[in-house]
C-alpha cells in the first residue's frame, strides 16, 4: 500500500521561504494541494512521473515543486509567504491521469509575526 | 480556469434516506481521448479527503455500494443512498481534463 507523508515547518514568518518535502513509497508523481481553514481546496502545483510539471497560475511565480525519484519525495518551496497562505497542505499523488488516487495526513503552516 | 459549481453547500439528511450533490462544470471535463475526468473526494471531519468516484462513475475499492456518481457534458451527480452517520463530511467535485484541475466549493453533509 502506497503511503504519503509530509514533512516541514509549522510556522513561518511573513516574506519567508516554506519548503514542504512529501516522502512516498510509491508512484512517480507527486503534488499539492491547500486548504485554509474552514474552506476549500485548492491545487498548487504537480509534477508527473515524466517530470512534466503544472503550477497553479495564480501563485506560478512563488513555487517550484521537484522530486527526487531515487529518494521517492517530492518538495514544493513557496517564497514570500503572506498571512493568507495558512493552510493544512497536503501531498497527493496521481497513479492515473486526471485524478489524485491518494492524499497524504496534510502538514498544518501558519504564517505568523 | 474552470469554474466547478456545486449544489447544495448544505445538505441535512435524515439517516436511511438518499442525499443527491450536483456538480456542474463550466467547461466539458472531456477529454481527447474518449475519458471524462470528473472525480468525487469525501472529506470526513478532520481527516484528509480520500476519493470516493473516478471518471464519473468508477467506485474506488473499498467505498460503499450506497454511493453512485453520473451524468455528462457539464453536469454530474453524486447520490447516496441510505445515508449513515459515518457519510458525515464535506463533499467536493474535482475535473482533472483542464489545467489547472478544479475543485467545487464542496457539500456539507450533516444528519438532521
Known amino acids: 500500500q502506497i503511503t504519503l507523508k509530509e514533512s516541514g515547518p509549522t510556522l513561518v514568518k511573513p516574506a519567508q521561504t516554506l519548503t514542504l518535502p512529501c516522502t512516498f513509497t510509491?508512484?512517480?508523481?507527486v503534488g499539492w494541494i491547500r486548504q485554509p481553514p474552514g474552506k476549500a481546496l485548492e491545487w498548487l502545483a504537480l509534477?508527473?512521473?515524466?517530470?512534466?510539471?503544472r503550477y497553479s497560475p495564480s501563485l506560478r511565480n512563488r513555487l517550484t515543486i521537484t522530486k527526487d525519484t531515487s529518494k521517492n519525495q517530492g518538495v514544493l518551496t513557496m517564497t514570500n509567504m503572506d498571512f493568507a497562505d495558512t493552510a493544512t497542505y497536503y501531498c497527493?499523488?496521481?497513479?492515473?491521469?486526471?485524478?489524485?488516487?491518494?492524499w497524504g495526513q496534510g502538514a498544518m503552516v501558519i504564517v505568523s509575526s | 480556469d474552470v469554474v466547478m459549481t456545486q449544489s447544495p453547500l448544505s445538505l441535512p439528511v435524515t439517516l436511511g434516506q438518499s442525499a443527491s450533490i450536483s456538480c456542474r462544470s463550466s467547461?466539458?471535463?472531456?477529454?481527447?481521448?474518449?475519458?471524462?475526468?470528473l472525480n468525487w473526494f469525501q472529506q470526513r471531519p478532520g481527516q484528509s479527503p480520500r476519493r470516493l468516484i473516478y471518471?464519473?462513475?468508477n467506485r474506488d475499492s473499498g467505498v460503499p455500494d450506497r454511493f453512485s456518481g453520473s451524468g455528462s457534458g457539464t453536469d454530474f451527480t453524486l447520490k447516496i443512498s441510505r445515508v449513515e452517520a459515518e457519510d458525515v463530511g464535506v463533499y467536493y467535485c474535482?475535473?482533472?481534463?483542464?489545467?489547472?484541475?478544479?475543485f467545487g466549493q464542496g457539500t456539507k453533509l450533516e444528519i438532521k
Open positions: 497527493v499523488q496521481p497513479l492515473t491521469p486526471g485524478t489524485l488516487d491518494l
Open positions: 467547461q466539458s471535463p472531456a477529454y481527447s481521448d474518449g475519458n471524462t475526468y
Open positions: 471518471k464519473v462513475s
Open positions: 510509491g508512484g512517480a508523481g
Open positions: 474535482m475535473q482533472g481534463t483542464h489545467w489547472p484541475y478544479t
Open positions: 509534477i508527473y512521473w515524466d517530470d512534466d510539471r
